[in-house]
């Protein structure tokens, strides 16, 4: 079964918009939750991470919000670019990598 | 250096071939990953290797998959009987110590299809 839960599926933003994509888990065990990025042909690349003891983390437009108690995480990116267009999945870790089933991202220019 | 590389890129085998998938992680990364993604899915744990050690195979879907490490660098990842449930891009990724400490790195994929 899948053990972390993403939406929405797909969604479009305005260049300069704000993106906000949402997830859930239930294992406690998970020590380590990070976000990648994924273009058409590439492996994923690692954008942000966050340790469940940090409420947030912020790095460059990325920012990761986590909230602990609700088993649930969120990525927003600011000011999104046409090169932000991708598909980004959210993961949590034990040892080995559970990932959300991915939300593709399309920024109009 | 090099990151993680992966061959061949884009595998087309016949349904009942067998089929082997190479993964070169980065030099002196202890732990390696091999992952399934399905078209439109996010990747699926298949299996974990630390060195040459095998220690979790349980993502593997049937035993008709199987993967090895022999030399604790170069890993394959060998599917044999091919079925067309099969088709998807395998990832390999690669970190630098065990136990899930350090970032996984992902290679490009090898995208297989079968007909």
């Known amino acids: 079964q899948q053990q972390v839960k993403q939406s929405p599926q797909s969604l479009i933003v305005q260049k300069g918009g704000i993106s906000i994509i949402n997830c859930a888990y239930e294992?406690?065990?998970?020590?380590?939750f990070p976000w990648y990025q994924q273009f058409p042909g590439k492996g994923p690349a690692l954008l942000i991470a966050i340790r469940p003891d940090v409420s947030e983390k912020k790095e460059g437009r990325f920012t990761i919000s986590f909230n602990k108690s609700a088993k649930q995480f969120s990525l927003h990116i600011m000011d999104s670019q046409p090169g932000d267009s991708a598909t980004y999945f959210c993961?949590?870790?034990?040892?080995?990598?559970?990932f959300g089933a991915g939300t593709t991202v399309t920024v109009r220019a | 250096g090099a990151g993680v590389s992966q061959s061949p890129r884009y595998k087309v085998a016949k349904r009942g071939q067998d089929v082997a998938l190479r993964c070169d992680p980065i030099?002196?990364?202890?732990?390696l990953f091999w992952y399934q993604q399905a078209l439109g899915q996010g990747p699926e744990f298949l299996t974990y290797?630390?060195?040459?050690?095998?220690?979790?195979k349980s993502g593997l879907p049937s035993d008709r998959f199987f993967a090895e490490r022999p030399e604790g660098s170069v890993s394959t990842l060998k599917i044999q009987r091919t079925q067309q449930e099969d088709s998807a891009v395998y990832l390999c990724?690669?970190?630098?110590?065990?136990?899930?400490?350090?970032?996984?790195?992902f290679g490009p994929g090898t995208r297989l299809t079968v007909t």
């Open positions: 030099s002196g990364h202890v732990s």
């Open positions: 990724a690669s970190s630098l110590e065990g136990g899930g400490a350090y970032e996984q790195y």
């Open positions: 993961a949590a870790r034990d040892y080995k990598l559970s």
């Open positions: 290797f630390q060195n040459e050690a095998q220690l979790d």
């Open positions: 294992n406690t065990a998970f020590d380590y």
